[in-house]
């Protein structure tokens, strides 16, 4: 059974999507439909190879999303089993087998990066990988600071997301120097993702979410709330209600595509940064 995972932010690249334009009028057509609609030029950004995309949460999302759906739109052999998304690439994933439309899933993108964006501006938030680490070890030290501060990204065996305030992560980072985690990467998104600090951009993105119509979808998508098989459309809202202040269940989703099935994954967005994790998953499954 064939599995296809969609990455999101950190997998942008300078000047993607430009080869896809070239070689698709489907591809041309849905590039110029995003700048019609966003209103602005986000191709120019990311053909031109401008170093935009990497500062501002923004506009990588929309790249990344933009990119990602429209190769997958425009492949012969796109026919999935089961899809899955990491954070933004659930939308990716969603649009890609028609639970949404193109267009609609270009705006949830927008105005979920929008938000995101304006909390990243606001507050000092912060994300940081763990290696070298079991996860119980750092929950327990994300529990016990007294700041805001939790796992937001179970990305594989050994490789842990943590997420919150600046000067909370920090410190639960030196614990976890000092008792042994092989390497801590501060990353550079200038936001915390996938913890309590989003509760404002999740409180106004429900009310987008509500506002969407979706489709029951025509393959399991593996969601990151909950890291289960979801095909009724109802299902799938109430999930990504929850998407933006909720950890990404990446190792746990891709077990539980392995239990129902999956014996080929294939990375649809630009990068190849969830094959790896696939390759950690599965020399630990």
Same mark, same amino acid.
């Given at each position: ?23 698709? %009028? ?30 501002? %949460? ?11 759906? !429209? ?25 890609? @087998? ?38 119980? @070890? ?33 410190? @639960? ?12 990467? !501060? ?60 950890? @990404? ?37």
């Amino acid at each position: 059974m064939k599995a296809y995972l969609f990455p999101g932010q950190g997998s942008q690249f300078n000047g993607m999507g430009k080869d896809l334009y070239k070689k698709s %009028t489907l591809a041309k057509k849905l590039f110029r439909l995003s700048d019609e609609i966003l209103g602005f030029r986000i191709t120019s950004m990311m053909f031109n190879e401008t170093k935009i995309l990497s500062e501002k %949460t923004k506009y990588t999302q929309l790249s990344i999303y933009i990119y990602s759906v !429209i190769k997958a739109k425009i492949s012969n052999d796109f026919d999935p089993d089961m899809v899955a998304g990491h954070s933004l690439g659930e939308f990716s994933a969603l649009a890609s @087998v028609n639970v949404i439309s193109f267009e609609k899933g270009l705006i949830l993108v927008n105005q979920r990066a929008k938000l995101m964006q304006n909390i990243c501006e606001s507050t000092k938030g912060e994300m940081a990988v763990i290696f070298g680490l079991e996860d119980e @070890v750092i929950e327990f030290y994300c529990k016990t600071d007294n700041g805001i501060v939790v796992p937001s990204n179970y990305n594989c065996p050994g490789q842990l997301v943590i997420s919150g305030e600046q000067k909370s992560v920090r410190r @639960v980072c030196s614990c976890l120097k000092k008792i042994g985690a092989k390497r801590i990467f !501060i990353l550079p998104v200038h936001g915390a993702f996938h913890s309590p600090m989003m509760e404002p951009a999740k409180k106004e993105f429900e009310k987008i979410i509500e506002k969407t119509s979706f489709k029951d979808s025509k393959c399991p998508i593996y969601q990151n709330v909950n890291a289960q098989p979801i095909i009724k459309s109802e299902d799938i809202k109430n999930n990504l209600r929850e998407h933006l202040t909720s950890p @990404v269940k990446w190792k746990q989703s891709i077990k539980n595509m392995i239990i129902h099935g999956a014996s080929l994954f294939i990375d649809i967005g630009p990068g190849n940064i969830l094959s790896s994790l696939i390759k950690k998953i599965l020399r630990n499954k």
